[in-house]
């Protein structure tokens, strides 16, 4: 009877102490799974902002941050500046634009839960063109123009009046291009990227006022010569205003202006009259009553009724 009771009871106890060890250990593992025993869990409150392009700072607010913590867009962890407790920050970096899972995590392996991150596009800037004045009449590399800024793509895109046209891409923060043959005014340049982010928009000043820079006498023949006047922006159709004084009473010292038009085929007497040959050069034939030196002035009009200042002339 003694062995039969023994042996029951061995067994019992054998089993009871199996138990009790067991115990403590199951609830260590529940812990490192959820964190460190006794750690408060991350929780995140607010995210200023939710959505933004690579490059802006983005605050998260909320409790449980630890120093170590980091955050991770995706898969890819950003570097993270732990403020307290319950801030931590971070800058956007380079990345596709879509929509990202965003977490936190501790170095005790911890994690938030998953939040929402909007990666918008980078949405080039624009700050000023050189040069933002372009005469008319110009040709050549005296059209080309430098856009600067930021964000610019090797894809972008150079926006004339809302059109596309060909431009260069030249860095990050400069593009090139070629002013087309437009009219003259005031016209809008924009740099659109390869994810339609826009720009804001730069004023281009395209200008067509005539400028008088020289005149000199050209070739002279038996009763006219010409005077050739060199500048910028003259237009076919336009004219030479020339003025010239005129005394009326010698003692009284008063004077008239005489101002008279001259164009192509038309002027005094149906004699003078006024050659185009380009933008930088027109030709006015001349007819002096005389060989004596006279001083006149000399202006040019555009068929758009815009003037050139006044310059003065002494010959006959």
Request: aromatic share 8%.
């Amino acid at each position: 009877m003694k062995w039969r009771l023994f042996i029951p009871l061995l067994f019992l106890a054998h089993i009871f102490v199996h138990d009790v060890s067991a115990a403590p250990a199951t609830r260590s593992g529940q812990a490192a799974k959820g964190g460190a025993a006794g750690q408060t869990p991350i929780t995140v409150l607010s995210i200023i902002p939710a959505q933004g392009e690579p490059g802006i700072g983005v605050t998260l607010y909320g409790a449980g941050f630890t120093e170590g913590t980091v955050a991770f867009l995706g898969t890819q962890e950003v570097p993270t500046t732990v403020l307290g407790p319950k801030q931590v920050a971070f800058e956007v970096p380079k990345l596709a634009p879509g929509l990202y899972a965003m977490f936190l995590r501790r170095p005790d392996g911890t994690t938030s839960k998953t939040y929402s991150f909007a990666l918008l596009p980078l949405k080039p800037v624009t700050t000023s063109l050189s040069p933002d004045r372009v005469d008319m009449c110009t040709t050549g590399r005296d059209r080309e123009v430098t856009i600067t800024g930021q964000n610019f793509q090797e894809r972008s895109q150079v926006l004339f009046d809302g059109a596309a046209i060909r431009g260069r891409f030249l860095s990050e923060t400069s593009m090139g291009f070629t002013v087309p043959q437009v009219n003259a005014g005031l016209h809008q340049v924009q740099v659109k990227n390869a994810e339609d982010a826009l720009s804001g928009a730069l004023g281009l000043i395209i200008n067509s006022k005539p400028e008088i820079d020289s005149i000199t006498p050209g070739e002279e023949y038996v009763n006219y010569y010409n005077l050739v006047i060199e500048g910028r922006n003259f237009q076919q159709g336009s004219v030479v205003v020339v003025m010239e004084d005129s005394t009326l009473d010698l003692a009284g010292g008063q004077y008239s202006v005489d101002t008279r038009q001259v164009g192509a085929g038309y002027g005094q007497a149906q004699r003078e009259k006024v050659m185009y040959v380009n933008c930088n050069r027109i030709i006015y034939q001349r007819h002096p009553y005389s060989n004596a030196l006279k001083n006149f002035r000399v202006q040019v009009l555009n068929p758009s009724g815009e003037e050139s200042a006044p310059v003065s002339v002494s010959a006959p």
